[in-house]
């Protein structure tokens, strides 16, 4: 199989656009019950806000405290190198998705249980951020690397 695969994340105003509107499509909902249910549409509003740090804070939205500027396997470890050049060896969550030309990622740090990343790799038409070769041979250890049930993803129905 690979034995080495680096995958640099570039930045994708499509998909950052994307990922904010969902937000603002969240928002919206809830401003508009506010206006029959003020109560109930002030309160969905308000618990989007730490859902939103935290989507930030995780490199969603590529900004925030801990973005992913790369994914790196090396000797069948797969890690996250940040955007401040530390690199930390990952587990890849059983939420993951895998498509042809998208993958959603939650990677769980390997020493730590309370830190995650969230990566979005495309590429669809206009949403581009990786080269397509080395998405090809990252979705294909992803799919087939190892035995384990925590990286062995079935592709997405």
Not at 10 to 20: E, H, K
Not at 51 to 59: H, L, N
Not at 92 to 105: I, P, T
């Amino acid at each position: 199989m690979y034995n080495r695969i680096d995958l640099t994340l570039r930045p994708c105003r499509g998909i950052a656009i994307a990922a904010l509107g969902f937000w603002a499509l969240l928002f919206a909902t809830f401003a508009t019950i506010g206006m029959v249910y003020t109560i109930y549409g002030a309160a969905g509003a308000l618990l989007l806000i730490p859902s939103f740090v935290r989507a930030t804070q995780t490199g969603l939205l590529g900004r925030g405290s801990q973005p992913v500027a790369s994914l790196q396997v090396r000797h069948g470890t797969l890690s996250v190198v940040l955007h401040n050049g530390e690199s930390r060896a990952v587990t890849v969550d059983g939420a993951s998705r895998l498509y042809a030309s998208l993958a959603l990622l939650k990677l769980n740090d390997a020493t730590t249980t309370h830190t995650e990343y969230t990566v979005m790799l495309s590429q669809l038409p206009g949403l581009r951020n990786v080269d397509p070769e080395t998405f090809r041979c990252m979705r294909v250890w992803l799919r087939f690397a190892s035995q384990s049930p925590q990286r062995n993803l079935e592709p997405a129905a």
